[in-house]
């Protein structure tokens, strides 16, 4: 099953910390077992009132005003240091999710909370009051949350699914592409400044041994049981260079799967072998769809500000005030 998961660079760091865990998605931008959100849905027009949002903090629903769920969203998902339009436009894309997801009812996984901290599910959330008070300066998640209240973005009157991501290739990847579904505001766009990330280009090696004993577990039809440079055949990619289908053993998968089962990240992946291992070579981070911080980073150096940075990433859109 695909996932639709909307982790950035916030968590990147904090990930690093715990080995256990890798970003998937963004997310994600995910763990190996999470499940993740439903589908893209097209949205729900904008009714009732959006100024509170029930938060699932550790298992327990708590009531946050938007706005403070926002900035703790904003606080765990983009580094502190970004420019300041950078952060203002990571503001509104978690705004708008927030009531995207408001909007659309309650899920199954937390029927007692519009939204989770599990950034598996939904989105990373950090208590700014605490980390203030531990000595943490978030004035400038603050200020950029504050100078863009009550602002998201819509399609069609309706509050769109605002993912975002790492960093891209020098594309983005559109949702049908990843997720399997055509989505007039999350196309595949030009993403400068990628380069700037550190992890920018990553790479994975397993042992023949290794990389068997998890094909089998995740794909047990395709025949892995040749040399190394016999298990991959042709790919279907993306505009974006990400690999949608590849020939696996025998077998078509979805380089989302193969992502997810080998711990890449990101499905823009080439492959080197030798005798007895194999290597995967990532540029990016993430899912690739949506808003890329590192692109909005770059986009922001360069000038641009939140609406224009949206306005690119999100295309189609249109700047809303809930």
């Excluded at 903090?57 to 946050?64: A, F, R, S, V, Y």
């Amino acid at each position: 099953m695909r996932k639709l998961l909307l982790t950035g660079c916030g968590l990147v760091l904090a990930l690093y910390l715990t080995p256990a865990v890798w970003l998937y998605g963004s997310e994600p931008d995910s763990g190996q077992t999470a499940s993740a959100s439903a589908p893209i849905q097209s949205g729900t027009p904008l009714t009732g009132e959006y100024s509170t949002v029930t938060v699932s903090i550790d298992g327990t629903p708590t009531e946050l005003p938007l706005e403070t769920y926002v900035a703790g969203v904003v606080a765990a998902e983009i580094p502190n240091d970004f420019p300041l339009d950078a952060i203002r436009a990571q503001a509104v894309a978690a705004r708008t999710y927030a009531v995207y997801k408001l909007a659309s009812g309650r899920p199954e996984a937390h029927p007692d909370a519009d939204v989770c901290d599990d950034y598996h599910h939904c989105a990373a959330y950090r208590d700014i009051a605490v980390a203030t008070a531990s000595g943490n300066d978030l004035s400038r998640v603050q200020q950029a949350v504050e100078d863009t209240e009550g602002e998201i973005l819509t399609y069609d009157g309706a509050p769109i699914a605002a993912v975002f991501h790492c960093v891209s290739g020098p594309r983005t990847e559109a949702a049908r592409d990843v997720w399997g579904e055509d989505v007039p505001y999350l196309q595949s766009v030009v993403s400068p400044g990628g380069t700037a990330y550190s992890g920018y280009e990553d790479a994975v090696t397993l042992s023949a041994t290794a990389f068997r004993e998890k094909a089998a577990q995740a794909f047990p039809s395709a025949d892995v049981s040749g040399p190394p440079d016999d298990w991959f055949k042709s790919s279907v990619r993306s505009d974006a260079g990400g690999v949608i289908t590849v020939q696996l053993g025998g077998v078509t998968v979805e380089g989302t799967d193969v992502r997810e089962v080998f711990g890449l990240q990101s499905t823009n992946f080439t492959i080197t072998t030798t005798d007895d291992s194999i290597t995967f070579h990532t540029i990016g981070y993430g899912h690739g769809v949506g808003l890329s911080q590192y692109g909005a980073r770059y986009l922001a150096e360069q000038g641009a500000d939140y609406t224009e940075i949206l306005a690119h990433y999100y295309p189609n859109t249109v700047l809303t005030d809930v």
